[in-house]
């Protein structure tokens, strides 16, 4: 989504900003701009399209200073254009960046033009500019006025600001969007995202929901809670270094990402098991007394996260006899859910601040719920301070927009997460799946070294407009997977279905020119799996089957395999994930496609 920078620094901060803006791509968006207290004025530069065209813009007419306010848009409100690009301005007097949405922004901006406001832009962003030029006229400072003001804004935001009336000075507002400060040596700086001030810092503060936050020259900031009283609110430093944000020598973030699933998924599981169990301990000190109460499971996520918690449903239902529930975020939060005793709230997100997701945590505490526990990948998030109980994925910053290793590592908490209810209530303790994960991380490997075969294969895929992805249990989810894949990188059409339903509908699409991809583990589903298959052959499909060494499959004409290493039963869905992304990379680069950010995407969806 939209990204914010800002910075009152020591030196020229034209460059820290546009760095952070370049740093913040991966997030999706569709303009950028940048103001810039120069020369005793907020002078604005603003671009359609890249950072790259920002940067012309600023070769040929620099932006020299020593505070400023950058962003990168992605449309809500307004198609994207120069004049929808932030930072927007009222009179020149005031400068605003925004993520998220006002929804009453219509009525807000009835009564400024009523005032004789005149709007040059179509966003929702625009009247937050005019609010604060009008508190300003009242003789209030930039920091009061946007007290006064954020009352009055519904739906979420974060803001950056500043006015003319007050250099070396930039405010912060926090509801709903995230929003870090970025801690320096006389120096503080703001973003959206930690990864974009990297390269000046590595102390953050996390803004809490309600925070306003003034940043002064010598590095003084100062924060108040959505009461109005002055609060301390922690330094965190960042965990990963700035390498971590870097291709290194891939071509590609998404390819990187997908090549670093075996390391982050043996983080994942460090130090969480014991030589035949896991320890339940991992998700807090509650964790062991939550899970012993535990008799339902609702489980709240979107999209990719949405898959990985279909999986954990065959998981918890088979190995810790637990019913569970699975529901896309923005479904469930306008829905009436009935909730059984006893019911644990699990969501899963990989930045925290998925806008359905959070919401949905927040309707929850309105229920009966017996607690919550949020799955996530980033430890200062929204999602992981407002739940209960909590576990990392440690899945280091995920840069493509097409999840990856957030995905795995989410699917490797899942199952941690099935062993550990199991344990606590007193079930099995499956030392088999404890082996079969400490060994995961090298048969994942063993995987990745197919990456030659499964280019080949993506040949196959250049000139296709659509393909169909089957799977059975719990690689049904994986075969959804798949797809989103597929589509999201490459725009080929792309639809997944269990393999037993095919006869009810979905032959009707195959035929010579569609490719079916399927997974074909060994498990008590094989032979009802190899069935289907021979239901695609026979309407003339062309199948591509990701198949367990043993199962005995070969290729023929009409069939291309790929033999995968075995792995316990259990963690198979994992494995025959990573043969399905690297198609997917495959096949968007051969059709040149823009991998890292496909166009209309984003990568933390901050917005309803």
Avoid at 57 to 66: D, F, I, M, R, T
Avoid at 170 to 175: L, N
Avoid at 326 to 355: C, K, M, N
Avoid at 470 to 479: D, E, K, M, S, T
């Amino acid at each position: 989504m939209c990204g914010i920078v800002a910075a009152v620094a020591q030196r020229n901060v034209q460059e820290i900003l546009l760095e952070g803006l370049r740093r913040l791509e991966y997030r999706g968006y569709d303009s950028a701009g940048m103001t810039v207290f120069s020369d005793g004025v907020l002078t604005r530069h603003r671009a359609l399209g890249k950072v790259a065209a920002l940067a012309a813009q600023l070769e040929a007419s620099a932006l020299p200073g020593l505070s400023g306010i950058a962003h990168t848009r992605w449309a809500t409100h307004g198609k994207p254009s120069e004049a929808n690009a932030h930072p927007h301005h009222s009179s020149d007097q005031i400068a605003v960046v925004h993520n998220g949405i006002i929804e009453n922004y219509e009525h807000i901006k009835d009564s400024l033009q009523r005032n004789g406001y005149s709007f040059s832009s179509e966003t929702d962003t625009e009247v937050i500019a005019h609010l604060l030029a009008e508190k300003l006229k009242d003789g209030f400072s930039l920091f009061a006025a946007t007290q006064q003001i954020v009352n009055g804004l519904g739906g979420a935001y974060a803001l950056g600001v500043m006015s003319a009336k007050e250099p070396g000075v930039v405010v912060g507002a926090r509801q709903g969007s995230p929003l870090v400060v970025g801690v320096g040596i006389n120096e503080a700086f703001l973003a959206s995202d930690p990864l974009a001030l990297l390269p000046v810092t590595d102390r953050f503060i996390y803004l809490e929901e309600g925070d306003l936050v003034e940043l002064r020259e010598q590095g003084t900031i100062r924060i108040v809670d959505r009461d109005g009283n002055d609060v301390k609110r922690p330094i965190h430093t960042f965990e990963h270094g700035d390498g971590a944000a870097s291709k290194g020598e891939y071509r590609h973030y998404m390819l990187k990402e997908i090549f670093e699933q075996p390391t982050v998924i043996e983080a994942a599981l460090e130090g969480r098991l014991s030589a035949q169990s896991v320890l339940v301990e991992s998700f807090g000190p509650d964790a062991q007394a939550l899970f012993q109460r535990t008799r339902h499971v609702h489980i709240i996520a979107c999209g990719t996260s949405y898959h990985a918690g279909l999986v954990a449903r065959y998981w918890l239902e088979r190995y810790a006899g637990v019913p569970v529930q699975v529901e896309v975020a923005s479904e469930y939060r306008y829905r009436h859910p009935v909730v059984p005793e006893g019911t644990l709230f699990i969501s899963l997100s990989q930045s925290g601040e998925t806008a359905d997701t959070l919401a949905a945590l927040r309707f929850a505490k309105t229920l009966n719920y017996v607690g919550s526990l949020a799955i996530c990948n980033v430890p200062g998030s929204s999602l992981v301070r407002e739940s209960d109980i909590t576990l990392m994925t440690r899945a280091g910053p995920e840069i493509g927009v097409a999840s990856t290793k957030a995905f795995t590592t989410q699917l490797v908490a899942l199952m941690l997460l099935t062993l550990s209810v199991s344990k606590a209530k007193d079930q099995a303790e499956y030392p088999d799946i404890i082996a079969a994960l400490r060994s995961l991380p090298e048969v994942c490997q063993q995987v990745l070294a197919l990456d030659s075969q499964i280019e080949a294969l993506s040949q196959a895929f250049a000139e296709k407009h659509h393909a169909l992805f089957l799977g059975r249990g719990a690689h049904y989810p994986i075969a959804l997977e798949g797809a989103l894949k597929l589509k999201e990188i490459s725009y080929i059409h792309a639809e997944a279905y269990p393999a037993g339903e095919l006869k009810h509908g979905p032959l009707a699409l195959v035929d010579s020119e569609m490719p079916v991809i399927s997974v074909a583990p060994n498990d008590d589903l094989l032979e009802k799996l190899k069935s289907n298959l021979q239901e695609v052959r026979a309407r003339g499909g062309q199948l591509f089957v990701f198949a367990d060494e043993s199962v005995g499959i070969d290729a023929q004409e009409d069939i291309r395999v790929l033999t995968l290493p075995h792995i316990h039963e259990a963690l198979a869905p994992l494995l025959y994930t990573l043969p399905l992304q690297l198609l997917s990379y495959h096949v968007a680069v051969l059709k040149g496609t823009d991998v890292d950010q496909p166009r209309n995407l984003a990568k933390s969806v901050t917005v309803e």
